[in-house]
């Protein structure tokens, strides 16, 4: 069954690369996704969705679209969140819900974060969507039911900020187990985030970043990233993906409330000839953004 021997293909790729998380282009616009450090960090309500098309031109090729919500408590110093994220690739589907708490400390200038992370994630396999071709609705009786599986989540994370530079460590779930249904072992994955802000003039600014992912039993992956901001209103970026890809990206700042950015990957890897790279969307609302008083937070 061709169909089926591309997903699992895909699926093998995915676990030997590591991205058994979702992997996004656009993580330095709402790091929430990857540090539960972040609720409430940004001292106002922010809302975002996100949606990701990976490796354009792949059929069942890996979908992604993310939920956030965070808002701050008791004068900004709790914060609390929540993630809502579902993978598609092909026949298979995992959605994770979790929900964030994170407390902030204020050294003058500067602020300290810790947060936590806690959820479930379930894994399902529609097997009963697999057919010999798209032409023949014939279905294998061994593939007519569906599978799933429920796993905890629990993670943690830290993240420090001055005025114009940040740092964070997070693991966003510590007890990842198998999952014997699909034949392999998820991995815990820890990622490090860093960046800084030079404000060249009034009018522009450049920050640098980088984004480490570490798998137990797997290579380090990183992004190498830098951003222009003009008059505060829009970016221009490229990042580069650790032996995957080059990216193109660009936030806009519509009023005070509403934040689009859009990127594309162009793949560098050995799936480059079959496919037209990935796209990813993000709509970003915040409240009460003119209390927002941190630099990295905001570009």
């Known amino acids: 069954m061709k169909k089926l021997t591309i997903i699992f293909v895909l699926f093998g790729l995915l676990s030997a690369n590591g991205q058994q998380t979702s992997i996004y282009s656009e993580y330095m616009f709402n790091q929430i996704l990857i540090n539960p450090a972040l609720a ?27 939920f956030t919500i965070d808002v701050p408590l008791k004068s900004q110093k709790l914060g609390l969140g929540m993630n809502f994220t579902h993978d598609q690739i092909g026949v298979f589907a995992n959605s994770n819900l979790a929900f964030n ?77 198998n999952t014997q249904m699909f034949g392999y072992s998820q991995k815990k994955i820890a990622y490090i985030s860093s960046g800084y802000v030079f404000e060249l003039s009034k009018n522009l600014m450049i920050k ?72 990813e969307i993000m709509l970003k609302y915040q409240f009460n953004i003119e209390k927002c008083k941190y630099l990295t937070m905001q570009f």
């Not at 509403?258 to 050995?270: E, K, Q, T």
Request: proline content about 3%; overall charge positive; charged content about 15%.
């Open 40 to 66: 409430g960090n940004n001292q106002s309500l922010n809302c975002s969705a996100l949606y990701r098309n990976q490796w354009v031109g792949i059929d069942e090729a890996p979908q992604t679209a993310t």
């Open 101 to 177: 708490y994170a407390y902030h400390i204020q050294f003058g200038k500067s602020k300290l974060s810790m947060g936590l992370q806690g959820g479930a994630s379930n894994i399902n396999a529609n097997y009963s969507l697999l057919k010999y071709s798209r032409e023949n609705d014939y279905i294998d009786p061994a593939f007519s039911s569906n599978e799933s599986t429920f796993n905890p989540i629990f993670g943690a994370g830290a993240y420090f900020q001055t005025n114009n530079f940040y740092i964070g460590l997070s693991m966003p779930n510590l007890i990842w187990g």
């Open 208 to 279: 640098p970043s980088i984004l480490l992912r570490m798998a137990s039993g797997a290579s380090m992956n990183f992004d190498l990233n830098a951003n222009i901001w003009i008059k505060k209103v829009v970016a221009f970026g490229v990042s580069y993906r650790y032996k995957d890809s080059f990216i193109s990206l660009i936030e806009v700042k519509l009023n005070n409330n509403f934040r689009l950015g859009f990127s594309h990957d162009y793949n560098i890897s050995s799936l480059a000839k079959f496919n037209k790279g990935s796209n």
